[in-house]
């Protein structure tokens, strides 16, 4: 089993940045590909970045793509999620996911979740 942490939520203006943390305990964290989805107010939740195990590969939605990085640091088992440009509908929770297929990320199959941290956007 893997646990899965988040923190780094909180209320920012639009425009400014942003960066998330997910912390692994429980199992080596670099066995495991890993991602984040977000869930806006009234949405269904849906697909941000994902990462690879080694982190040498990086996948991202549309609508972060180019002003959002996805990276980890497996030494300390923590996945990161900065945004910069931040504009209100990113608010949103956001969650981190794992597993042991990179593929099964981008779908929301993940086999491990986090809770959640929220994120506010105010214009």
């Known amino acids: 089993q893997v646990q899965l942490v988040e923190s780094g939520g909180g209320l920012v203006q639009a425009g400014g940045s942003l960066r998330l943390s997910c912390t692994a305990s429980?199992?080596?964290?670099?066995?495991?590909?890993a991602g984040w989805f977000r869930q806006r107010p009234g949405k269904e939740r849906e697909f941000v970045a994902r990462?690879?195990?080694?982190?040498?590969?990086?996948r991202y939605a549309d609508s972060v793509q180019g002003r959002s990085t996805i990276s980890r640091d497996n030494a300390k088992n923590t996945m990161y999620l900065e945004i910069d440009s931040l504009k209100p509908e990113d608010t949103a929770v956001y969650y981190c996911?794992?597993?042991?297929?990179?593929?099964?990320?981008?779908?929301?199959?993940?086999?491990?979740w986090g809770q959640g941290t929220q994120v506010t956007v105010s214009s």
């Open positions: 996911t794992a597993d042991t297929l990179f593929s099964r990320i981008l779908y929301g199959l993940g086999t491990f």
């Open positions: 990462i690879t195990p080694s982190g040498g590969t990086q």
């Open positions: 429980g199992h080596p964290f670099s066995e495991y590909a």
